[in-house]
């Protein structure tokens, strides 16, 4: 398995809710529907958490996709 962090720069999130309801295993909502990584360290800035399953490239999908290009994945 990899290990991976996934980061969120949540100030320029716009809430299309697309990760956190294609993938509730990485991502969710906060009350303002602004995303942030599950089981992560998160600011109002910015959210960051660190996984050892075996969904990196399904979490790179869901990076691609975001429209607001604010997700980010790194292989540790």
């Known amino acids: 398995m ?3 962090k996934i ?3 949540r100030d320029e999130c716009i809430a299309c809710g697309l990760c956190y309801s294609d993938d509730p ?3 969710k909502a906060d009350d303002s529907d ?3 990584v599950v089981g992560g360290e998160t600011t109002d800035d910015l959210s960051e958490g ?3 399953d075996d969904e990196i490239e399904n979490v790179r ?3 691609s996709e975001c ?3 604010i ?3 790194t292989e540790e």
């Open 34 to 36: 602004i995303s942030m």
């Open 61 to 63: 999908d869901i990076a």
């Open 67 to 69: 429209p607001a290009e």
């Open 7 to 9: 980061t969120i720069n």
């Open 2 to 4: 990899v290990k991976y």
């Open 71 to 73: 997700i980010h994945v």
């Open 25 to 27: 295993e990485h991502f």
């Open 50 to 52: 660190h996984f050892d």
